[in-house]
């Protein structure tokens, strides 16, 4: 299959604790982009990269969100000192260059306790 | 902030029936993709409209792109059971992040 993956698919943790996932997008995708979906809402973007490089980063990305692409293909997105608040399905996408259309991955729900 | 307003919200309807889901927005999109999306899953692309004034068609959906390219519609046809989901619209601004509307959430009842 060669879609977009993500890792773990749902995580359940205690709030303080620190998350990361991850996202493997489709090989020949130089964009990837992070969204967060909260229940009975559409995803909301959280941030987005151009290879290596991260270029728009939303206002919901708290500095306790991180997201990393170091070589260009797949990124993490961490989460440090969780809060309840950061319950959510976190969906990873990518596209390639010239065109506009995102392929989802199946997300990583996570729940903080 | 361009937003994307769909409605209804809820739909519910018996097997055979037809339906149609609206996207609308104050501001121009170069482009609108709709996904469905099932439970615990991500989105899955149904379409990309590009054109103003475009129609594309799969099996018994029909997706239109208005002329002035701030709405889209998605009309199903004897809608069935496995047509149940949440139906997103997306709008691509300047060709980057995606703007999603709240979603469609359709149950289809035999």
């Known amino acids: 299959d060669t879609g977009v993956s993500q890792d773990p698919r749902h995580k359940i943790t205690k709030r303080g604790q620190n998350v990361t996932f991850r996202c493997d997008p489709i090989s020949e995708h130089n964009r990837l982009y992070w969204y967060r979906q909260t229940l009975g809402q559409g995803p909301e973007f959280l941030t987005y990269f151009q290879n290596e490089a991260q270029l728009e980063k939303s206002r919901l990305l708290s500095d306790r969100f991180s997201a990393e692409r170091p070589k260009g293909s797949f990124s993490t997105l961490e989460i440090q000192r969780t809060e309840q608040g950061d319950s959510a399905m976190y969906l990873c996408?990518?596209?390639?260059?010239?065109?506009?259309?995102?392929?989802f991955g199946p997300g990583t729900r996570l729940l903080v306790l | 902030t361009q937003l994307l307003e769909q409605s209804p919200q809820f739909l519910s309807i018996q097997e055979g029936e037809n339906l149609t889901v609206y996207c609308n927005s104050s501001s121009v999109f170069s482009s609108l993709q709709w996904y469905r999306q099932e439970p615990g899953e991500g989105p899955v692309l149904l379409v990309t409209?590009?054109?103003?004034?475009e129609v594309k068609k799969l099996k018994r959906l029909t997706f239109q792109f208005g002329d002035a390219r701030k709405d889209s519609s998605l009309h199903i046809t004897a809608a069935q059971p496995g047509d149940t989901g949440l139906y997103l619209c997306?709008?691509?601004?300047?060709?980057?992040?995606?703007?999603f509307g709240q979603g469609t959430r359709l149950t289809i009842n035999p």
């Open positions: 996408a990518s596209r390639p260059s010239g065109q506009e259309t995102q392929y």
């Open positions: 409209v590009v054109t103003g004034g």
């Open positions: 997306a709008g691509a601004p300047g060709a980057q992040k995606l703007v």
